[in-house]
């Protein structure tokens, strides 16, 4: 090693103590000299290990409840004074302050307390003052101290000293170090947010995100593309907490397609059982119905070619009967809230298949907070967790829609919600007979919906179009009637978009005109 840092004497204040003992014992036998905090200190001593107190070194006990305990020069001066600059060793010697070369730290579990739906004022007292001090210091006095936020680093130091008389390398701490910045702005990004949040403050004048690393990923949205994957610890049921039973390694598309399914599923609520197969981002299909595989096969009706390598959502645990017609073409990934024995069985015997399980279901009315970056800049915005009720429609044209129909403008409505703009969905009987997605105009998504369901007729051998008799669902409000007749031609007989034209009056009269039902949401879902 061309420069290495000899571990001496080591600090260990750690809030997680799983594995703190074997750490520490590991240093012991390395020669190394314990010094420890409160809880921590008293873990290791109860283990046999000889450990001195930080109140030694400082000449203060601990005090308010342990709030202060180590921030003192007699601990920072130590993490922070070059050992290579003769000044600083001069007043280290005049001061009486011994060297520390090794911190092993992890901070108050600030974010768990947080998920887990702790109090304000018990988050308040599980955010660490002295231990991001203490890291910080550290890691700017990386070619000196080794720095480590987790269990996994001290673990690779200790093995990395084990091989070389108990000295750790430059290229070691400077990574340390690295990692320990990242570790304590994603811990204060942390507080931040759920502060703001806290105070009702939706535009604080800094924001901050982080997140801890889950996975990296092969590449990106391309090949080309470098890519990873990061938890924010969002308990949200989700791709990022689902447990993946089965499968190759998720990619980047992946996560994002089955991010997009599994939100969706959680619009249409766990009442019936319902199923959304999704590809680049939008759904192909979705579908409500007496059983999961009814549902499953609806949805597959709507659009079976492009369903073809998508992925595949429920809002049921899988069973046999389910999990056999899945299999039945290729599909990159299938999430659901569970599954029963017969149906991992079946999908075992497709092993490339991704088969993740959750919770749970996302509450698509929760707050949330989404973040797109642009160059030099990032995008803020409150998560859509809009709702509509059969009671804040408002019929505009002489026809009332049936039951049926209002039935079916509420499930048109919430799907086309995760429809890339511009999207008009036709739907009938609780499942979706055709979706146009992401188009520049809005009559043009009508006509590529009607498409879509003239394709299926052929392909699945209907006997007449799907769309006849359907209900159509726009995600905003149609500047011109074209669009609208454009969905009344492809058979639709009620229509559901927000209204907010400045050609209202003429779309609503050209509705009446067409014998349509029409109702306007006062709420529009554009996503980009």
Not at 95 to 103: F, N, Q, T
Not at 129 to 140: E, N, S, W, Y
Not at 157 to 177: C, D, F, I, Y
Not at 444 to 455: L, P
């Amino acid at each position: 090693m061309s420069h290495a840092t000899k571990i001496r004497r080591a600090l260990i204040s750690v809030s997680d103590k799983q594995g703190l003992v074997e750490r520490a014992k590991a240093l012991a036998d390395l020669g190394v000299e314990l010094i420890s905090t409160g809880g921590t200190s008293k873990a290791l001593k109860e283990a046999g290990l000889s450990v001195s107190d930080v109140a030694d070194l400082t000449g203060y006990p601990e005090m308010m409840d342990g709030r202060v305990k180590t921030l003192h020069p007699a601990v920072h001066g130590g993490l922070l004074y070059l050992r290579d600059n003769q000044d600083h060793c001069a007043d280290a010697k005049h001061h009486g302050i011994k060297a520390i070369d090794l911190v092993y730290i992890n901070l108050y579990p600030f974010e768990s307390t947080v998920a887990s739906g702790g109090s304000f004022e018990d988050c308040i007292e599980n955010i660490d003052i002295g231990g991001p001090a203490m890291l910080r210091a550290a890691a700017k006095n990386y070619a000196h101290v080794a720095v480590c936020t987790d269990g996994g680093d001290l673990d690779a130091v200790l093995a990395e000293m084990a091989g070389t008389g108990g000295r750790v390398s430059l290229e070691t701490t400077r990574k340390l170090s690295a990692k320990t910045y990242a570790r304590t702005a994603a811990y204060d990004a942390a507080i931040s947010t759920w502060y703001a949040k806290e105070i009702d403050e939706s535009a604080p004048d800094w924001i901050a995100y982080g997140g801890k690393l889950n996975e990296a990923l092969r590449y990106g949205e391309n090949p080309h593309q470098k890519a990873a994957f990061y938890t924010t610890g969002e308990a949200r049921p989700g791709v990022a907490t689902a447990q993946q039973v089965q499968g190759k390694a998720l990619s980047y598309n992946n996560i994002n397609d089955t991010d997009s399914a599994y939100e969706l599923i959680g619009e249409l609520g766990a009442e019936t059982p319902a199923v959304a197969i999704i590809k680049h981002a939008n759904p192909c299909g979705v579908a409500q119905a007496e059983t999961a595989v009814d549902a499953y096969r609806e949805a597959l009706a709507c659009d079976s070619t492009s369903a073809f390598g998508g992925i595949v959502a429920l809002n049921r645990p899988l069973n046999a009967e389910t999990a056999a017609e899945i299999t039945r073409i290729f599909t990159e990934v299938v999430i659901a809230p569970g599954a029963d024995a017969a149906a991992l069985e079946i999908f075992a015997k497709k092993k490339n298949l991704r088969l993740l399980l959750t919770d749970g279901l996302p509450d698509p009315a929760a707050p949330g907070t989404l973040v797109k970056t642009v160059a030099g800049g990032l995008l803020v915005q409150d998560r859509d967790f809009g709702r509509i009720s059969k009671a804040d429609l408002k019929t505009v044209t002489k026809r009332a829609p049936t039951e049926q129909e209002l039935d079916d403008l509420l499930f048109a409505w919430r799907v086309a919600k995760h429809v890339k703009s511009n999207t008009i969905v036709y739907a009938k009987d609780g499942a979706t007979v055709g979706i146009g997605a992401g188009q520049m105009s809005r009559i043009d998504s009508a006509r590529i919906a009607a498409r879509k369901a003239e394709d299926a007729k052929e392909k699945e051998g209907f006997a007449t179009l799907r769309t006849q008799g359907c209900v159509a669902a726009s995600d905003a409000f149609f500047p011109f009637a074209d669009g609208m007749l454009a969905a009344a031609a492809a058979g639709a007989s009620a229509i559901i978009q927000p209204g907010g034209s400045i050609r209202d009056d003429e779309v609503i009269a050209a509705a009446d005109e067409a014998g349509l039902a029409m109702v306007l949401t006062g709420m529009r879902h554009f996503r980009h």
